[in-house]
């Protein structure tokens, strides 16, 4: 939850996913969170940073059925959450003009103390972009880089304890990175989160005490290049068809057709109106 917190990326503002998001098919994996409310060390939020904060709630709302609330606050910078019903599952926020960053998706994870995450990541050879400061009374708040390039939020949270849904249609429910040097990756993350790895030669899955929240490929010539490792949020919906159908008429661009992955869900990848890239998945249902 970034609100006037205005930094630079260490990418030098080039966007992570210049052309398809990559090329071939997904490898097997089930998406799904195991958890439905944020957990210590797990994904808590996502955010959307974009040029036209307008034109991205209106997308959004047509396809997630979000309600976004703007923060009135003039010190908030015009963030706004999306809600379902009640319920907050992402931020969106206004980039300004003289920003360096690009129009993305953000992954944000939790941290039960934000200074002592950034120490961890500095030990396990990532870097800081963003100190942690205090948003308000609503929690603490830090941007990371880990040693592939690949960024992500922290989270220390107060009175705002991030999503208060995951894992259903609408809401964030999967969260990917994309690296070129997976081996790397998975001793950073593990160092610094304490995570649970589920690896196979095509896939790793991430976990919180072996409940899986996120995976982990690989960026071989599936991916153009000069596309940089970055975390990818999927949505679970009930009808990907039928979002990328929407997404598409909306002014979106499909990137990974719908796609049904072998012993895993159906999938398809986005690119929104204004550049940034998400994945949505077909949300599972109990019995």
């Given at each position: 939850?970034?609100?006037?917190?205005?930094?630079?990326?260490?990418?030098?503002?080039?966007?992570?996913?210049?052309?398809?998001?990559?090329?071939?098919?997904?490898?097997?994996?089930?998406?799904?969170?195991?958890?439905?409310?944020?957990?210590?060390?797990?994904?808590?939020?996502?955010?959307?940073?974009?040029?036209?904060?307008?034109?991205?709630?209106?997308?959004?709302?047509?396809?997630?059925?979000?309600?976004?609330e703007?923060?009135?606050?003039?010190?908030?910078?015009?963030?706004t959450?999306?809600?379902?019903?009640?319920?907050?599952?992402?931020?969106?926020?206004?980039?300004?003009?003289?920003?360096?960053?690009?129009?993305?998706?953000?992954?944000?994870?939790?941290?039960a103390?934000?200074?002592?995450?950034?120490?961890?990541?500095?030990?396990?050879g990532?870097?800081?972009?963003?100190?942690?400061?205090?948003?308000?009374?609503?929690?603490?708040?830090?941007?990371?880089?880990?040693?592939?390039?690949?960024?992500?939020?922290?989270?220390?949270?107060?009175?705002?304890?991030?999503?208060?849904?995951?894992?259903?249609?609408?809401?964030?429910?999967?969260?990917?990175?994309?690296?070129?040097?997976?081996q790397?990756?998975?001793?950073?993350?593990?160092?610094?989160?304490?995570?649970?790895?589920?690896?196979?030669?095509?896939?790793?899955?991430?976990?919180?005490?072996?409940?899986?929240?996120?995976?982990m490929?690989?960026?071989?010539d599936?991916?153009?290049?000069?596309?940089?490792?970055?975390?990818?949020?999927?949505?679970?919906?009930?009808?990907?068809?039928?979002?990328?159908?929407?997404?598409?008429?909306?002014?979106?661009?499909?990137?990974?057709?719908?796609?049904?992955?072998?012993?895993?869900?159906?999938?398809?990848?986005?690119?929104?109106?204004?550049?940034?890239v998400?994945?949505?998945?077909?949300?599972?249902?109990?019995?």
């Amino acid at each position: 939850m970034r609100y006037t917190a205005r930094v630079r990326p260490r990418s030098g503002g080039r966007e992570p996913f210049p052309g398809l998001a990559f090329k071939g098919e997904h490898p097997v994996v089930r998406i799904a969170m195991k958890f439905d409310k944020p957990v210590p060390g797990g994904p808590c939020w996502t955010e959307l940073g974009t040029n036209d904060i307008e034109a991205a709630k209106r997308f959004y709302t047509e396809l997630f059925g979000w309600r976004p609330e703007t923060d009135p606050r003039q010190e908030a910078g015009g963030y706004t959450l999306a809600r379902l019903g009640d319920a907050a599952v992402a931020g969106l926020t206004p980039l300004m003009e003289d920003e360096a960053m690009p129009v993305a998706w953000h992954v944000t994870f939790a941290a039960a103390d934000a200074e002592a995450t950034c120490e961890a990541v500095r030990k396990a050879g990532g870097s800081i972009v963003l100190e942690p400061t205090d948003v308000f009374d609503l929690g603490r708040f830090a941007m990371a880089a880990d040693p592939g390039g690949a960024g992500f939020q922290l989270w220390q949270a107060r009175a705002f304890g991030g999503a208060d849904l995951l894992n259903a249609p609408g809401a964030l429910g999967w969260v990917e990175l994309l690296t070129r040097d997976t081996q790397q990756a998975t001793a950073f993350y593990q160092q610094v989160f304490g995570w649970s790895v589920n690896a196979s030669p095509q896939y790793t899955q991430w976990g919180v005490d072996g409940a899986d929240f996120g995976g982990m490929m690989e960026m071989g010539d599936r991916f153009p290049l000069g596309t940089l490792p970055h975390w990818l949020p999927y949505f679970a919906v009930e009808d990907v068809d039928a979002i990328a159908r929407i997404a598409s008429g909306a002014g979106a661009w499909i990137l990974v057709e719908p796609t049904s992955v072998p012993d895993g869900p159906r999938i398809s990848v986005l690119r929104d109106p204004q550049g940034a890239v998400f994945g949505v998945y077909l949300a599972e249902h109990e019995g």
